[in-house]
């Protein structure tokens, strides 16, 4: 038989139909659902090929998604974002280099790099918890690249070496930025002294200090308007006061929600520059012609004090139209600080009051001095932040899946009875509680006189009340008739008593901060302890406790909060709106901000100010050392009026009415 040949033209591969890979050419095709042929395929990416604009579009569309995610991660990520500037995880030798800063708060500007050193702390050791920042000149990290290996790896032992060095050095440095030397932190000083409880309160919680910081709420107006805006906020001091605290949590809101931060210091006496190193807001080197030019380029400056009027005229003098920037967050309510403002009162863009009593008070002070304001002021009550909610087992923005609200109260419990132990008290004790800077203003030696007439009077009813006891104990001749030669029987009933009085009595213990502040007046603490050394056993009713930003432990463990604030009273409370979110009630002036948050017998009881409202200060106290029900009902009531009112996102609701009428559009 022939074989018959094709042509190599005419050729085809004749397989088996069961294959099913291919059919001979001008057959019918079959659709198999297999891959396309390499020809269809290779039209599609010629296609794509060709159309640069799809390509152009899609390089476009990946790089602003990547842009968008590293700034989302760089704004809202304070923990990682040492780690996000790593390579493989470890800092490049080239651009870490530990050295002893000159100052705490030195701040890293557009001609330097800020480098970061951390250090580690144990509060039980009576180590914290520190970091340092130190500044390095571009030309110097340029002349360390040129350096060779050798001397690179020489440079990372050496510092390596240091470390612990420069840790102590640092530790110190702020440490005495926190207290004051006249009055050195030490029992011979203030005799029972304890705290804080920052060890304690990380170890019950179990949760990291990093989380601390809060989180954007991504929905809100505020951050709709603050994103990738300029802002500057100017802090009259660092003291661990409301207002410096207030414009530090305020600054870590703005940059969690993508905004820009540049804090000018007026002066930084006072603990809180690591805690503005810690929550990465950066501080301006001086405050004044830098300030000025990073001023100039902002959407909106905050000024937080009265104290900052030097700063606002010089700054409009540099920059006449510099006053349309200016939203003045005024948190004082004193005629000395109206007198030191009054110059640019009228300049400024739009006043801020903390309350409506110190609103109308200013206006008043307006009126009578002939002052006309550019705009009405906008009232912006202070909050409850994020990680004192949290704490509490209110919901905030750091909630977790496991650490709920139910989880933490259950957390909170375990930390107050830890707390207290500590503190030597027993669940009988009442626990009462006043945390401030220690001025004249504040009343804290008035306060220590009412504690006196309480513990005088609770003192004399006791004596009373033995008295009657033994008197219904004395015997009758009858009564002695029948129980002749059972005289061990009769002299035992007044032992027994007296161990049931001793099993139920309830001590009055007092908890006063905040020692070694700054801002504290040192002629005032020096008449509080003469006064304590005068009065016998008043002192051991009193414990102190140093100043610190660690006070949810603190609150935790308490009964009952005092402000016992003078002259026209508290210009808002901050620490009063705590107090109440973690179940106080609250004793306080009737005066003042405090009049306008604390509703006498439903939240707390009001007394009036000065000397002559000391009786009532001390019945109030007895008042809820005797009925521990209305204690816990007015704590109660307190803290649902706080989730009403005082939470974060009614603060920064109200600041979005600023932002719109003072940011530039």
């Known amino acids: 038989m022939e074989e018959v040949r094709l042509s190599p033209l005419r050729q085809i591969s004749v397989k088996s139909s069961l294959s099913g890979r291919s059919t001979p050419r001008g057959s019918p095709r079959v659709h198999s659902g297999r891959t396309p042929s390499r020809e269809s395929r290779g039209g599609a990416v010629q296609w794509f090929r060709s159309s640069r604009l799809v390509y152009w579009l899609l390089l476009i569309t990946l790089w602003t998604y990547l842009g968008f995610y590293v700034q989302s991660r760089w704004a809202h990520d304070n923990e990682n974002k040492v780690e996000f500037l790593r390579f493989g995880g470890k ?20 001609t330097s790099d800020a480098l970061v050193s951390v250090t580690g702390r144990d509060d039980a050791a009576g180590v914290s918890k520190r970091t340092d920042v130190s500044l390095s000149k571009k030309d110097d990290v340029a002349s360390r690249r040129s350096l060779s290996s050798r001397r690179k790896t020489r440079k990372a032992s050496r510092s390596s070496r240091g470390k612990q060095k420069v840790a102590k050095v640092v530790e110190s440095k702020a440490l005495d930025d926190e207290q004051d030397p006249q009055l050195p932190l030490t029992n011979a000083t203030y005799g029972n002294l304890l705290g804080p409880f920052g060890s304690l309160e990380d170890k019950v919680l179990e949760w990291s200090p990093h989380r601390r910081s809060g989180t954007c709420d991504r929905k809100s107006d505020f951050k709709r308007l603050v994103w990738s805006r300029r802002f500057v906020l100017v802090f009259h001091e660092l003291s661990m006061t409301g207002a410096p605290i207030s414009m530090m949590e305020l600054a870590s809101e703005l940059l969690s929600c993508g905004a820009t931060v ?10 809180l520059m690591q805690e503005l190193i810690r929550r990465r807001i950066k501080v301006v080197e001086d405050k004044g012609e830098l300030s000025f030019k990073t001023a100039m380029k902002a959407d909106l400056i905050i000024a937080g004090s009265a104290v900052c009027t030097s700063w606002i005229d010089q700054y409009m003098n540099h920059h006449p139209a510099g006053g349309s920037q200016i939203a003045w ?56 932040n994020d990680e004192l909610a949290f704490v509490a087992g209110i919901p905030s923005s750091l909630n977790t899946p496991t650490l709920s609200p139910e989880k933490m109260r259950e957390k909170r419990q375990t930390l107050r009875e830890s707390v207290r132990t500590e503190l030597g008290l027993t669940d009988a004790d009442m626990l009462v509680m006043s945390l401030s800077s220690i001025n004249p203003g504040k009343g804290q030696l008035l306060l220590l006189e009412s504690v006196a007439l309480a ?40 032992l027994t008593l007296d161990n049931d009085v001793r099993r139920q009595k309830q001590e009055l213990k007092f908890l006063l901060g905040s020692v070694g502040s700054k801002s504290n007046k040192v002629e005032y603490v020096k008449e509080m302890l003469s006064f304590l050394s005068s009065n016998g056993n008043l002192s051991k009713s009193i414990i102190w406790t140093p100043a610190t930003t660690r006070v949810a432990s603190l609150y935790s463990a308490a009964d009952v909060y005092v402000t016992n604030s003078q002259g026209v009273g508290e210009t808002f409370g901050r620490v009063t709106i705590e107090a109440m979110a973690y179940g106080l009630a609250v004793v306080g002036t009737d005066a003042g901000g405090t009049k306008e948050i604390v509703e006498h017998n439903v939240t707390g009881l009001l007394h009036p100010m000065g000397r002559l409202g000391n009786k009532d200060l001390a019945h109030n106290l007895l008042f809820l050392l005797r009925n521990k029900e209305a204690r816990l009902r007015m704590g109660i009531e307190g803290r649902r009026k706080v989730e009403k009112m005082y939470m974060k996102q009614h603060m920064y609701k109200r600041f979005v009415d600023v932002l719109v009428k003072c940011m530039r559009p």
């Open 455 to 494: 513990l005088s009077e609770r003192e004399q009813e006791a004596q009373r009340n033995h008295k009657g006891a033994v008197r219904k104990e004395k015997v009758t001749p009858s009564r002695k008739h029948r129980l002749r030669g059972s005289s061990r029987q009769v002299q035992s009933v007044p």
């Open 91 to 110: 800092l490049g030798k080239d651009v870490v280099h530990v050295e002893k800063s000159k100052g705490v708060g030195s701040v890293a500007n557009d």
């Open 329 to 384: 967050w005024i948190m004082e309510n004193r005629r000395e600080y109206f007198d030191r403002a009054k110059p640019v009162l009228d300049r400024v863009k739009m006043l801020i009051f903390l309350s409506e009593s110190q609103s109308k008070q200013w206006l008043t002070w307006c009126e009578e001095e002939h002052i006309r304001l550019r705009s009405q002021p906008v009232i912006v009550p202070l909050s409850v």
């Open 262 to 271: 540049s804090a000018v210091v007026l002066s930084r006496r006072g603990g």
